[in-house]
């Protein structure tokens, strides 16, 4: 007996050709029905996770929508592509998470673009048209950054670049060996330190090294010509401002007398022999102590950025300076200080004294807070 009652009868009066071509069609939809078996038993049984991810794409391809989302999409969405993922399963990734209504159609602009997804977190958006997700992918909507902070010295700034995710070999290709010249910025230094300007900068793959640091030079010199600073004057004012930068604090006040302090120094007027005296770039040569005070020895330093023994302002800047400080640097506040010294570096007190009589009573006050924080290391 047949094991599909009413075949023979259906099958009366048809030929031997027609009887054939019937039975194909039956064993098709039977090979269907069980591939769709196996699909549920991946989703629901032993699949687990990846099972439930694969099939779902398949599920996808089979009952769900052939249509495409129109435009740039609604709410950003956050997007984690796994490492060594194919482009079906980042489609597949971008449907379960709402980006995009089908695979089909990203497959088709990923193909059509010959686009390489690149492993990693990505800002997307829900409802995108595949062509504005993949458009998204090649150009991100909200690209990573990158932020230098005020007062950073360029083996800071090479730190965080490599952190960033850049190469170290081409971090140091794009900056050692190099000055602003190189970089189109028509000032006499002896390298790029002070002119990678610190700021907020955008990165994205195919950004390299050196494209990131002619940013920030470029920062630098439209700031130059901003403040309108003649650029054989530059260096000086650079070098200055990165003084102030490192040697006091954020007030603007007292960023400006700081800076005529340090003019006064180096001034015929000068009484400290034309010194300019500065453990900040005393400890640009050898490495900064977390409270900024030097030792004998290393004051003894022939290096031309030892302030102790060599005359003026050092040969350039010694970090990168804020606007705030090439402002103190450019409008120095009148006066006739010769010394001074931040008293409370908790609340950035700061003493001025016309005289080094007056100055080292500030000095004691000065290392009395530092024996109270337990930081006096008897050499300063």
């Known amino acids: 007996m047949s094991p599909f009652p009413g075949e023979f ?23 269907r029905t069980t591939a769709i078996v196996v699909i549920c038993v991946l989703v629901f049984g032993i699949g687990g996770f990846f099972g439930v991810r694969a099939a779902g794409g398949v599920f996808d391809d089979l009952f769900g929508p052939k249509g495409d989302y129109e435009g740039a999409g ?39 673009r ?7 977190p990505i800002i997307l958006r829900e409802k995108m048209s595949s062509e504005a997700a993949v458009e998204a992918i090649v150009n991100p ?19 965080k670049m490599v952190e960033s995710g850049m190469k170290a070999e081409e971090v140091d290709k794009a900056i050692d060996d190099k000055a602003p010249k190189d970089y189109g910025l028509d000032v006499e230094a002896p390298s790029l330190e002070g002119y990678l300007y610190p700021a907020t900068y955008n990165l994205n793959k195919n950004k390299t090294a050196e494209d990131i640091v002619s940013a920030m030079v470029d920062k630098t010199k439209r700031e130059i010509e901003k403040a309108d600073i003649d650029l054989d004057d ?14 006091s604090p954020g007030d603007e006040e007292v960023r400006k007398k700081v800076a005529r302090v340090f003019l006064n120094r180096i001034s015929e007027d000068s009484n400290t022999g034309r010194l300019l005296q500065s453990d900040a770039t005393v400890a640009y040569i050898h490495g900064a102590r977390s409270d900024l005070t030097t030792t004998k020895k290393e004051r003894e330093s022939d290096s031309p950025y030892n302030t102790y023994k060599k005359k003026g302002l050092p040969p350039g800047p010694i970090n990168s300076p804020s606007s705030g400080a090439v402002d103190a640097a450019l409008n120095p506040t009148e006066g006739d200080w010769q010394f001074f010294v931040a008293t409370n570096p908790d609340t950035g007190e700061t003493k001025f004294a016309k005289t080094y009589e007056e100055h080292k009573k500030n000095v004691e006050i000065y290392r009395e807070w530092l024996k109270q924080h337990g930081e006096d290391n008897g050499d300063t």
């Open 234 to 247: 530059a260096n000086r004012i650079m070098t200055l401002a990165s003084l102030v930068e490192i040697e």
């Open 74 to 112: 609604t709410s950003e969405v956050s997007i984690e592509i796994p490492p060594g993922a194919s482009a079906r399963s980042v489609a597949n990734q971008l449907v379960e998470a709402g980006v995009i209504m089908n695979s089909e159609p990203f497959l088709d602009e990923i193909e059509r």
């Open 141 to 159: 909507i909200k690209p990573p950054k990158i932020t230098i902070a005020e007062g950073r010295k360029i083996e800071q700034i090479k730190a």
């Open 9 to 31: 009868l259906e099958d009366e009066g048809l030929t031997r050709s027609d009887l054939k071509a019937r039975k194909h069609r039956r064993m098709m939809r039977r090979r």
């Open 114 to 120: 010959d686009v390489t997804i690149q492993a990693g």
